[in-house]
C-alpha cells in the first residue's frame, strides 16, 4: 500500500518544540497543496512516493474504507499529536493512527511502538469531532461511550487534516450502523408478526413462555440501540451549541426510532385477568390503611409544630432488601406485561405486580438521602463562595448511595396524594465543619448519634405527595440554628425501555444559606431499573447542574451510564465552575456508590469513600403516634406482608386503597373541589413550603 506522507515541525508538546508527522495513506485523502507547502522528512518522502503510487482523492475516505480486492488497508492517518493526560502531566507527546476501517483512534508511545498493545483506542462510531480554542490548534474528540481526548497539532493544516478524517470516519460507521439498524427493525417485526399470527391454543401458542421472552428481549434490544442513537444525536446537537459553530444537519446521522409492531392485546386463560396496555389503570400502587371507611383528605395547612419532634425515636427499620427471587409465576406477569408496553411509552397509568415492592413510600427514600447531614450543615461552615459550592457538590454526590436499599432494583411505593412523612436528624455540633479541611473518611462504617441534644443541630424534615396526576411529591428541610433550608419539588415521570424503566426526576431545589444570602439550585438524575427480567438494578444517569447566582459559582455533574461494552457501572463526573472568570476550581471523578476523588485548582486532591461516610440515623415516630395519612402507617399492612413474603396478601391490601383513592377522586371531582395540601404551596411551575424559614426569619 502507497502512502503520501506530510510532516511539520511544531510544537507539539506544552513545554517543547518537537517535529510532528502526520501520513495520510490511500485510505485517506490529504489535501492537494499540502505536500508543497510543508517540510517533509527524507524518510516520510520515500514512505509516501516510493513505488510510484498516487495519492487517493479527497472523497474516498468516506466512499470505501477497504480495498475492492477486500485486503485491509493501511490506517488512513497516522502521526504525532500531543495529548492532554492530566493536570500534573499535563500535554504530551503520542503517535496516533487512524484505523479507518475498524473505525479506532489509537495511541502509542511513539512510532517505534505503534505495532505493540496501542496505549489506548477510542471508537469512533458517533463520535464528535470539534474544534477547540482552549490551546493553540487545539481539537477534541468527544466518543460515544463518554471518553475525550483532547489532542493538539503542530499548526492549523494539519489540525484541519486531523479534523477532516476523524469526521468521515465517524460519519461512515454512523452511516453503516443507521443501516444495520433499518434492516435489524425489519426483522424484528418479521419476527413479532410470525409469533403473533401463531394459534391461541395447541403445542405451540403466542403465549409461549419462550416467545414471549424473546419477542421482549427482541424489541428491548431494539429500544437500546434506538436509545444509542438518540444520545449521539443529543451530542452533536450539544457540542455544536457549546462550540457556537452549529454542525452541518448532514452530520446528525441518527435512526428515526424503533417502531412498536406488538400492540395486540394477548388474553388466553389466567393471563386474560392482568391489565391490559390500554386499560384506564394506574401506575400509583395504593397504601392501605385498616380504617377503611375515613376519608384521604387531610385538613389544610394544618400547623406543622402538631408533629412533635420530641416523640421521634431513632429509626430502627431494616436497611436492606431481601431478594424475593424471580419465581416462574412471577416471569410469567412480567413476561406478559412486558409483551403489552410499546417501547417509549409513559408507565404512569400501568400497574406494576406487588413482588416488586420496596418496604418504603418514595416519600422516604427522599429522606433517605439526607443520610449524612453532617455534610450538608457544614456547606454553611465554608469561609469562601468557593468552599461553600464545592461542600456542597461533595454533600450532593455523597446522598444518593444512602438512598439506596442496597444493589436490587426494588421500587418504592408510590404515595398517594396527601401522604406526608415527617421525621429528623440529631448531628453532633464537632462533626460539622468544612469539609475540605476536614479529615478523611474513617476506615469502617460508624454511626453519627448525639449524645447530649444541647450539643448538636436539629434538621427537621418533612414531605408531601402534592398531587396525583402528575404525580408531584414535595419535600423541605430546615435547621434554624445553621439558618439553612431546602426546598425541593419532584414530578416522576416513567418509560417502558424494553428490558429496562426509566424514571426522570422532574423538577428542582433550592439549597437556602441564609447567612450568607446564597441561593444553590439544582436538579436531580434519572434512574434506570435494568435487566428486570433476571436480577434487576439500579443505575442513574443524566446530566444536572447546581446554580449560585449571586456567587457566579456553577457544577455540573453527569452521572454516566453503563455502555454497551465493557466501561465500568455508576460511574460520575463533575466540575465546578466561577463563571465570571471561567475558572474551573474543582473537578470530580468516581463512582456515586463507591470512591469520588476531588481535585482542586491548587492541586490538592481528596477521597471520598461513600461506604465508610458515617451514617446519621433518622428519627421518626412510632407508628401508634403517627397520623393515617403518614406514610409508614399508611402503608403498614401491605409492609407487613411483604416482610411475611406473602404477596398475595400485600396485593390485596394494596388494591383496597387503590380502590378508596379512586372513590375520593371521583368525589372531588363530582364536587368540582380541588386537592388542597397540607404544607406546601403551588408558586408557578413550582411548590413552596408554606412556613419556610426565609420567610419566618
Given at each position: 500500500m502507497?502512502?503520501?506522507?506530510?510532516?511539520?515541525?511544531?510544537g507539539?508538546?506544552?513545554n517543547?518544540?518537537?517535529?510532528?508527522?502526520?501520513?495520510a495513506?490511500?485510505a485517506?485523502?490529504?489535501p492537494?497543496?499540502?505536500?508543497?507547502?510543508?517540510g517533509?522528512?527524507?524518510?516520510?518522502?520515500?514512505a509516501?512516493?516510493?513505488g510510484?503510487?498516487?495519492r487517493?482523492?479527497?472523497?474516498?475516505?468516506?466512499?470505501?474504507p477497504?480495498?475492492?480486492?477486500?485486503r485491509?488497508r493501511?490506517?488512513?492517518?497516522e502521526?504525532?499529536?500531543?495529548?492532554?493526560?492530566?493536570?500534573?502531566?499535563?500535554?504530551?507527546?503520542r503517535?496516533?493512527?487512524?484505523d479507518?476501517?475498524a473505525g479506532?483512534?489509537?495511541y502509542?508511545?511513539?512510532?517505534?511502538?505503534?505495532?505493540?498493545?496501542?496505549?489506548?483506542?477510542?471508537s469512533?462510531?458517533?463520535a464528535?469531532?470539534s474544534?477547540?480554542?482552549?490551546?493553540?490548534?487545539?481539537l477534541v474528540v468527544?466518543?460515544?461511550?463518554?471518553?475525550?481526548y483532547?489532542l493538539?497539532?503542530?499548526?492549523?493544516?494539519e489540525?484541519q487534516?486531523w479534523?477532516?478524517q476523524?469526521r468521515?470516519?465517524a460519519?461512515?460507521h454512523?452511516?453503516t450502523?443507521?443501516?444495520?439498524?433499518?434492516?435489524?427493525e425489519?426483522?424484528?417485526?418479521n419476527?413479532?408478526h410470525?409469533?403473533e399470527?401463531?394459534?391461541?391454543?395447541?403445542?405451540?401458542?403466542?403465549?409461549?413462555?419462550?416467545?414471549l421472552?424473546?419477542?421482549?428481549?427482541s424489541a428491548?434490544?431494539?429500544?437500546c440501540l434506538g436509545?444509542?442513537?438518540?444520545l449521539?444525536?443529543?451530542?452533536?446537537?450539544?457540542?455544536g451549541q457549546?462550540?457556537?459553530k452549529?454542525?452541518?444537519?448532514?452530520?446528525i446521522?441518527?435512526w428515526?426510532?424503533p417502531?412498536?409492531?406488538?400492540?395486540?392485546?394477548?388474553k388466553?386463560?389466567?393471563?386474560?385477568?392482568l391489565?391490559?396496555a390500554?386499560a384506564n389503570?394506574?401506575?400509583?400502587?395504593?397504601p392501605?390503611?385498616?380504617e377503611d371507611e375515613?376519608a384521604?383528605?387531610?385538613?389544610?395547612?394544618?400547623?406543622?409544630?402538631?408533629v412533635?419532634?420530641?416523640?421521634e425515636?431513632?429509626?430502627t427499620?431494616?436497611?436492606?432488601?431481601?431478594e424475593?427471587?424471580v419465581?416462574?409465576?412471577?416471569?410469567s406477569?412480567?413476561l406478559h406485561?412486558?409483551?403489552?408496553l410499546?417501547?417509549g411509552?409513559?408507565?404512569t397509568?400501568?400497574?406494576?405486580p406487588?413482588?416488586?415492592l420496596e418496604?418504603?413510600s418514595?416519600?422516604e427514600m427522599?429522606?433517605?438521602?439526607m443520610?449524612h447531614?453532617?455534610?450538608?450543615?457544614?456547606?454553611?461552615?465554608?469561609?469562601?463562595?468557593?468552599?461553600?459550592?464545592?461542600?456542597?457538590?461533595?454533600?450532593?454526590?455523597t446522598a444518593?448511595?444512602?438512598?439506596?436499599?442496597g444493589?436490587?432494583?426494588?421500587?418504592?411505593y408510590?404515595?398517594?396524594?396527601?401522604?406526608?412523612?415527617?421525621?429528623?436528624?440529631?448531628?453532633?455540633?464537632?462533626?460539622v465543619?468544612?469539609k475540605?479541611?476536614?479529615?478523611?473518611?474513617?476506615?469502617?462504617?460508624?454511626?453519627?448519634?448525639?449524645?447530649d441534644?444541647?450539643?448538636?443541630?436539629?434538621?427537621?424534615?418533612?414531605a408531601?405527595q402534592?398531587?396525583h396526576?402528575?404525580?408531584?411529591?414535595?419535600?423541605?428541610?430546615e435547621?434554624?440554628?445553621?439558618?439553612?433550608?431546602?426546598?425541593?419539588?419532584v414530578?416522576?415521570?416513567?418509560?417502558?425501555?424494553?428490558?429496562?424503566?426509566g424514571?426522570?426526576?422532574?423538577?428542582?431545589g433550592?439549597?437556602?444559606?441564609l447567612e450568607?444570602?446564597?441561593?444553590?439550585?439544582?436538579t436531580?438524575?434519572?434512574?434506570?431499573?435494568?435487566?428486570?427480567l433476571?436480577?434487576?438494578w439500579v443505575?442513574?444517569?443524566g446530566?444536572?447542574?447546581?446554580n449560585?447566582?449571586k456567587?457566579?459559582y456553577?457544577?455540573?455533574?453527569i452521572?454516566?451510564?453503563?455502555?454497551?461494552?465493557?466501561?465500568?457501572?455508576?460511574r460520575v463526573?463533575?466540575e465546578?465552575?466561577h463563571?465570571?472568570?471561567?475558572?474551573?476550581v474543582?473537578?470530580?471523578?468516581?463512582?456515586w456508590?463507591?470512591t469520588l476523588e476531588?481535585?482542586?485548582?491548587?492541586?490538592?486532591?481528596?477521597v471520598?469513600d461513600?461506604t465508610t461516610?458515617?451514617?446519621?440515623p433518622?428519627?421518626?415516630r412510632?407508628?401508634?403516634?403517627?397520623?393515617?395519612m403518614?406514610?409508614?402507617?399508611?402503608w403498614r399492612e401491605?409492609?407487613?406482608?411483604?416482610?411475611?413474603?406473602?404477596?398475595?396478601a400485600?396485593t390485596e391490601?394494596?388494591?383496597?386503597l387503590?380502590d378508596?383513592?379512586?372513590?375520593?377522586?371521583?368525589k372531588?371531582?363530582?364536587?368540582?373541589?380541588?386537592?388542597q395540601p397540607?404544607?406546601?404551596?403551588?408558586?408557578?411551575?413550582?411548590w413552596?413550603y408554606f412556613?419556610?424559614?426565609?420567610?419566618a426569619h
Amino acid at each position: 500500500m502507497e502512502r503520501a506522507a506530510q510532516g511539520a515541525d511544531g510544537g507539539g508538546g506544552s513545554n517543547s518544540s518537537s517535529r510532528s508527522s502526520s501520513r495520510a495513506t490511500s485510505a485517506g485523502s490529504s489535501p492537494s497543496c499540502s505536500l508543497a507547502g510543508r517540510g517533509i522528512s527524507g524518510r516520510s518522502a520515500v514512505a509516501g512516493f516510493g513505488g510510484g503510487g498516487s495519492r487517493s482523492s479527497p472523497g474516498s475516505v468516506a466512499a470505501s474504507p477497504s480495498g475492492g480486492d477486500g485486503r485491509r488497508r493501511e490506517p488512513a492517518l497516522e502521526g504525532v499529536l500531543s495529548k492532554y493526560t492530566n493536570l500534573l502531566q499535563g500535554w504530551q507527546n503520542r503517535y496516533f493512527v487512524l484505523d479507518f476501517e475498524a473505525g479506532l483512534l489509537q495511541y502509542f508511545v511513539n512510532e517505534q511502538s505503534k505495532h505493540q498493545k496501542p496505549r489506548g483506542a477510542l471508537s469512533l462510531s458517533g463520535a464528535i469531532v470539534s474544534l477547540s480554542d482552549e490551546a493553540p490548534h487545539m481539537l477534541v474528540v468527544y466518543s460515544a461511550n463518554g471518553e475525550m481526548y483532547k489532542l493538539r497539532a503542530a499548526d492549523a493544516k494539519e489540525k484541519q487534516l486531523w479534523v477532516t478524517q476523524l469526521r468521515a470516519c465517524a460519519k461512515y460507521h454512523m452511516e453503516t450502523n443507521s443501516k444495520m439498524m433499518n434492516q435489524v427493525e425489519g426483522q424484528q417485526k418479521n419476527l413479532v408478526h410470525a409469533i403473533e399470527s401463531l394459534p391461541g391454543s395447541g403445542p405451540l401458542t403466542a403465549l409461549d413462555q419462550d416467545l414471549l421472552l424473546l419477542k421482549a428481549t427482541s424489541a428491548a434490544t431494539l429500544s437500546c440501540l434506538g436509545e444509542c442513537f438518540n444520545l449521539l444525536q443529543q451530542s452533536v446537537h450539544q457540542v455544536g451549541q457549546a462550540s457556537h459553530k452549529p454542525v452541518a444537519s448532514e452530520n446528525i446521522l441518527g435512526w428515526p426510532g424503533p417502531k412498536s409492531y406488538s400492540t395486540e392485546q394477548l388474553k388466553n386463560g389466567t393471563f386474560g385477568s392482568l391489565p391490559s396496555a390500554s386499560a384506564n389503570i394506574t401506575w400509583a400502587i395504593l397504601p392501605n390503611t385498616a380504617e377503611d371507611e375515613q376519608a384521604l383528605q387531610p385538613e389544610p395547612n394544618s400547623d406543622p409544630e402538631l408533629v412533635l419532634s420530641e416523640d421521634e425515636k431513632s429509626d430502627t427499620e431494616d436497611k436492606e432488601e431481601a431478594e424475593l427471587g424471580v419465581m416462574e409465576d412471577q416471569r410469567s406477569v412480567i413476561l406478559h406485561l412486558i409483551s403489552q408496553l410499546k417501547l417509549g411509552m409513559d408507565l404512569t397509568k400501568v400497574v406494576l405486580p406487588t413482588f416488586i415492592l420496596e418496604k418504603r413510600s418514595l416519600l422516604e427514600m427522599y429522606a433517605d438521602f439526607m443520610a449524612h447531614p453532617d455534610l450538608l450543615l457544614a456547606v454553611t461552615a465554608g469561609a469562601t463562595p468557593e468552599e461553600r459550592v464545592i461542600c456542597f457538590v461533595e454533600y450532593y454526590l455523597t446522598a444518593f448511595h444512602e438512598g439506596r436499599k442496597g444493589a436490587l432494583a426494588k421500587k418504592p411505593y408510590n404515595p398517594i396524594i396527601g401522604e406526608t412523612f415527617h421525621c429528623s436528624w440529631e448531628v453532633p455540633r464537632d462533626r460539622v465543619k468544612p469539609k475540605r479541611t476536614a479529615p478523611h473518611s474513617p476506615p469502617s462504617r460508624e454511626h453519627l448519634i448525639a449524645d447530649d441534644p444541647a450539643e448538636s443541630y436539629k434538621l427537621r424534615f418533612v414531605a408531601e405527595q402534592v398531587s396525583h396526576h402528575p404525580p408531584i411529591s414535595c419535600f423541605y428541610c430546615e435547621c434554624k440554628e445553621k439558618r439553612l433550608c431546602i426546598n425541593t419539588h419532584v414530578w416522576t415521570k416513567s418509560k417502558f425501555m424494553g428490558m429496562s424503566v426509566g424514571v426522570s426526576m422532574i423538577g428542582e431545589g433550592v439549597l437556602r444559606l441564609l447567612e450568607h444570602g446564597e441561593e444553590y439550585v439544582f436538579t436531580l438524575p434519572s434512574a434506570y431499573a435494568r435487566s428486570i427480567l433476571t436480577i434487576p438494578w439500579v443505575e442513574l444517569g443524566g446530566k444536572v447542574s447546581i446554580n449560585c447566582a449571586k456567587t457566579g459559582y456553577s457544577a455540573t455533574v453527569i452521572f454516566h451510564t453503563k455502555p454497551f461494552y465493557g466501561g465500568k457501572v455508576h460511574r460520575v463526573t463533575a466540575e465546578v465552575k466561577h463563571n465570571p472568570t471561567n475558572t474551573i476550581v474543582c473537578k470530580v471523578h468516581g463512582e456515586w456508590n463507591g470512591t469520588l476523588e476531588f481535585t482542586y485548582n491548587n492541586g490538592e486532591t481528596k477521597v471520598v469513600d461513600t461506604t465508610t461516610l458515617p451514617v446519621c440515623p433518622k428519627k421518626i415516630r412510632p407508628l401508634e403516634k403517627q397520623g393515617p395519612m403518614e406514610s409508614r402507617n399508611l402503608w403498614r399492612e401491605v409492609t407487613r406482608y411483604l416482610r411475611l413474603g406473602d404477596i398475595d396478601a400485600a396485593t390485596e391490601q394494596k388494591r383496597r386503597l387503590e380502590d378508596k383513592q379512586r372513590m375520593e377522586e371521583r368525589k372531588r371531582e363530582n364536587l368540582g373541589t380541588p386537592w388542597q395540601p397540607k404544607y406546601f404551596i403551588q408558586e408557578g411551575d413550582g411548590w413552596v413550603y408554606f412556613n419556610p424559614l426565609w420567610k419566618a426569619h
